[in-house]
């Protein structure tokens, strides 16, 4: 809790002195007399008017941080003009303390400032606010930043993950937009996903750690765009929203882009099933499982199947917390819009971009404004043998449910709430999935798929 010092008149009116309102520089030991004399002037008043008056001071180690000079003048003044006012006021028919109140009010309107977190600190100089370039940024920091050094990205690919992000990550940097830079002992793919917003160990960093990742894009060598394409940023909509409209003061809307590529709930979950499979397959026992691996392994550190991760792991988390599950897109893309606003955000078909990249490319040129060339490299190019390629119907009845209704209101709610010219309007449904049957081949769960046939069912 910040430390203050109460000030408690004869009707109990408080003087509140926030800490923070004032730069630490500015407290000297003829602060400390002004603050020392108006106690003094105060215990007069006090004795004066027979009353009971009561002085709390709540100080710690640092409460030298508290005023600035100027401010202490002023609450000395402030004391002066109280008493002036409440005597030449009583012929007006209100008593001394009525009038202090009154006054202090007025002062106190002049030098009060908002609060809230996500409010640019004020520096008060001689009595004026200045509101320039320092802010406090994000969860729980103190730290006085400049933001007018800060070095954020201006363009977000904010998922979905499994959903060719990477594909069109690779691309726009191929055509000059500036990625991160790494740092010892960050891996390799921190340059394309810095996931600072993601993983509370990075955020809690605080936003000068997320700048110095970017700080190489500015400067002579100044890019257009840059870019971070951490593709799990589509559950962090607040608290990107947060310090990006702390940092920029505001101005986030008209600087900041989002790209959001949706998939296939049911075949994102595939896929992304499978890229965990093959990772855990190269681990060596001693290598540390990130968190978001764990889910499916059983209690003694082998993998599941993805029918029995579909009908445990995955039915549990989307019904009793679908906000935390990525492929319920319609929540996601709500909060965004809220947030940012639809026009600043562009929805890509992953659809599209298998069957008509060209297009594709053509709609992120239109929103960033930009004329670039090449085209998509193929990023998912891992084999394994417990990869799987189909979708059992075991899994399908557990999972389709889930996702059907949701669907169905993500069409809704792009529909209703277009987004910028360029985009698929309407949005076109996801391609039924192929699921395999138990005539041909093994059952998914073995780790082999069936055959392209007849049987094969579609949704």
Not at 4 to 16: A, C
Not at 102 to 115: A, H, I, L, Q, S
Not at 198 to 208: A, S, T
Not at 383 to 406: G, Q, T, V, W, Y
Request: net charge positive; aromatic share 10%; proline share 3%.
């Amino acid at each position: 809790m910040d430390e203050q010092w109460h000030i408690i008149s004869p009707r109990s009116r408080r003087l509140v002195l926030m800490r923070d309102a004032f730069p630490r520089s500015n407290f000297t030991r003829k602060s400390l007399h002004h603050v020392l004399a108006l106690v003094v002037v105060t215990a007069v008043v006090m004795l004066h008017n027979s009353t009971s008056n009561v002085v709390t001071m709540n100080t710690s180690a640092s409460a030298t941080t508290l005023f600035g000079t100027s401010l202490s003048s002023e609450a000395h003044a402030s004391q002066d003009s109280t008493e002036t006012t409440s005597h030449s006021s009583s012929s007006r028919g209100k008593t001394k303390t009525e009038n202090w109140e009154d006054e202090g009010e007025r002062r106190e309107k002049r030098t009060r400032r908002p609060t809230s977190s996500n409010d640019t600190i004020g520096i008060i100089r001689n009595g004026a606010v200045s509101r320039p370039k320092y802010s406090k940024i994000g969860a729980g920091y103190s730290k006085l930043i400049n933001t007018k050094k800060l070095v954020l990205p201006n363009v977000l690919l904010i998922g979905a993950q499994k959903a060719g992000t990477s594909a069109v990550a690779d691309w726009l940097y191929h055509n000059g937009v500036c990625k991160a830079k790494i740092f010892d002992g960050e891996p390799t793919h921190y340059e394309k996903e810095v996931h600072f917003f993601d993983e509370d160990v990075r955020y809690h960093e605080g936003v000068e750690f997320y700048s110095h990742r970017f700080e190489h894009c500015a400067g002579k060598t100044r890019k257009k765009y840059i870019l971070d394409a951490t593709p799990r940023y589509l559950l962090f909509s607040k608290r990107i929203h947060d310090v990006y409209n702390q940092a920029l003061q505001g101005g986030f809307k008209k600087k900041l882009k989002l790209i959001v590529v949706l998939r296939e709930p049911i075949s994102r979950e595939v896929s992304w099933y499978n890229h965990r499979t093959y990772r855990l397959a190269l681990m060596n026992s001693t290598d540390q499982i990130h968190e978001s691996y764990r889910d499916i392994l059983y209690t003694n550190g082998t993998i599941m199947s993805f029918d029995e991760y579909s009908e445990t792991v995955l039915k549990e988390s989307i019904t009793e917390n679908p906000l935390n599950s990525p492929g319920i897109y319609s929540e996601h893309l709500k909060s965004w819009a809220n947030l940012f606003g639809r026009k600043r955000i562009l929805v890509l078909s992953y659809d599209e971009l298998q069957s008509k990249p060209s297009k594709a490319r053509w709609r992120i040129n239109r929103f960033l404004g930009t004329k670039y060339k090449g085209g998509f490299n193929k990023s998912n190019t891992k084999e394994s043998d417990n990869k799987i390629r189909d979708i059992s119907i075991r899994a399908r009845e557990a999972l389709e449910p889930l996702f059907k209704e949701m669907n169905e209101e993500l069409y809704k709610f792009l529909r209703d709430h277009p987004g910028p010219q360029m985009e698929q309007n309407p949005f076109p449904r996801f391609k039924k999935i192929v699921l395999a049957t138990a005539k041909k081949g093994k059952h998914l769960s073995e780790g082999t798929c069936c055959s392209h046939t007849a049987e094969c069912g579609t949704v």
